[in-house]
């Protein structure tokens, strides 16, 4: 899959979406994808939480055809050690060893950078207004632009936005993988009603890389993810392309130069049954459109 290019969150790239949407009338799924960060599943999290020794590395399904996981550690054998720059930020390696590291980060309300299978994220608990302030702060974000979420596993989602009305199997051929889908809340949501308030609708991430996944898992809830950039600067396929923001994260995650380029991930709007909605081409779209096809899917 080839990259479009595209850098920073949809609200940074609007002169891509918003001359084809009509700011006026446009419907909540359509608004947060406009200004969706570019980040932004195999067992469901109602199990008990489990530690990095029993949801461990390297045996989480994988989509799109190929292995993020496997490609980083090719990426980072020049980077296997941890670093500290001249800020004072600390960076690990996005490896086993500092997962249960990152999740106690995670639960204690604090900010970290992470790899995805398509750019490098600053991630917070979704649940904590406080952490997800401090991701505004660090990214000189307005507090009108949306965040999506990431979830350790697909089954994850029904927890934080309705799928119901979405066809069998649809979610699990989708994700994991460079996609982000755009789905209604609703009332039975456990996320914050403080996060991306007056939207109905939310972008959840499944990425195939065991790093996120494995401490979405662990830490029991929902990841709110935007891409590791200053808002409005490109996007980061490697973290020294972040260096100057590491001391504002609790720790930073290596896991060596991405191999998508800055496309980031392809989002989706299923918010109504039947019918989907391309909101950005991003680095899956034609995979993404077969599999939607194959569902019985309409475009719109």
Same mark, same amino acid.
């Given at each position: 899959?080839?990259?479009?290019?595209?850098?920073?969150?949809?609200?940074?790239?609007?002169?891509?979406?918003?001359?084809?949407?009509?700011?006026?009338?446009?419907?909540? +799924?359509?608004?947060?994808?406009?200004?969706?960060?570019?980040?932004?599943?195999?067992?469901?999290?109602?199990?008990?939480?489990?530690?990095?020794?029993?949801?461990?590395?390297? $045996?989480?399904?994988? $989509?799109?055809?190929?292995?993020?996981?496997?490609?980083?550690?090719?990426?980072?054998?020049?980077?296997?050690?941890?670093?500290?720059?001249?800020?004072?930020?600390?960076?690990?390696?996005?490896?086993?060893?500092?997962?249960?590291?990152? /999740?106690?980060?995670?639960?204690?309300?604090?900010?970290?950078?992470?790899?995805?299978?398509?750019?490098?994220?600053?991630?917070?608990?979704?649940?904590?207004?406080?952490?997800?302030?401090?991701?505004?702060?660090?990214?000189? $974000?307005?507090?009108?632009?949306?965040?999506?979420?990431?979830?350790?596993?697909?089954?994850? /989602?029904?927890?934080?936005?309705?799928?119901?009305?979405?066809?069998?199997?649809?979610?699990?051929?989708?994700?994991?993988?460079?996609?982000?889908?755009?789905?209604?809340?609703?009332?039975?949501?456990?996320?914050?009603?403080?996060?991306?308030?007056?939207?109905?609708?939310?972008?959840?991430?499944?990425?195939?890389?065991?790093?996120?996944?494995?401490?979405?898992?662990?830490?029991?809830?929902?990841?709110?993810?935007?891409?590791?950039?200053?808002?409005?600067?490109?996007?980061?396929?490697?973290?020294?392309?972040?260096?100057?923001?590491?001391?504002?994260?609790?720790?930073?995650?290596?896991?060596?130069?991405?191999?998508?380029? $800055?496309?980031?991930?392809?989002?989706?709007?299923?918010?109504?049954?039947? /019918?989907?909605?391309?909101?950005?081409?991003?680095?899956?779209?034609?995979?993404?459109? +077969? /599999?939607?096809?194959?569902?019985?899917?309409?475009?719109?």
């Amino acid at each position: 899959m080839k990259g479009n290019g595209t850098n920073g969150s949809l609200g940074e790239v609007e002169t891509e979406v918003g001359a084809v949407v009509n700011k006026q009338t446009m419907n909540p +799924a359509t608004r947060i994808a406009e200004r969706l960060p570019l980040l932004a599943a195999s067992r469901p999290s109602h199990h008990h939480l489990r530690g990095v020794d029993n949801i461990g590395f390297g $045996r989480l399904s994988r $989509r799109f055809g190929g292995s993020c996981s496997k490609k980083m550690a090719l990426n980072m054998e020049k980077w296997n050690v941890s670093v500290e720059n001249r800020h004072g930020g600390i960076v690990h390696p996005a490896s086993e060893q500092y997962a249960e590291e990152a /999740i106690q980060a995670l639960k204690d309300g604090k900010v970290i950078a992470v790899p995805t299978d398509t750019l490098y994220g600053f991630a917070c608990d979704a649940c904590s207004m406080e952490a997800v302030n401090r991701i505004y702060e660090i990214k000189g $974000r307005k507090h009108t632009s949306p965040l999506a979420i990431c979830v350790g596993d697909a089954l994850d /989602i029904m927890r934080f936005a309705i799928t119901g009305h979405l066809p069998d199997g649809l979610l699990d051929s989708l994700l994991p993988g460079p996609v982000t889908v755009v789905l209604r809340r609703g009332e039975s949501s456990i996320l914050e009603k403080s996060l991306n308030p007056g939207l109905e609708s939310i972008g959840v991430r499944v990425p195939d890389c065991d790093f996120i996944r494995v401490i979405s898992r662990g830490s029991g809830s929902a990841l709110a993810l935007t891409s590791a950039n200053l808002s409005g600067k490109p996007s980061s396929v490697s973290v020294k392309d972040f260096e100057n923001l590491w001391q504002h994260c609790a720790y930073a995650y290596d896991g060596g130069v991405l191999p998508t380029g $800055r496309a980031g991930s392809t989002v989706v709007d299923l918010t109504n049954s039947g /019918i989907y909605k391309i909101l950005r081409p991003g680095s899956a779209k034609e995979e993404t459109v +077969a /599999i939607l096809e194959r569902h019985s899917l309409k475009e719109v």
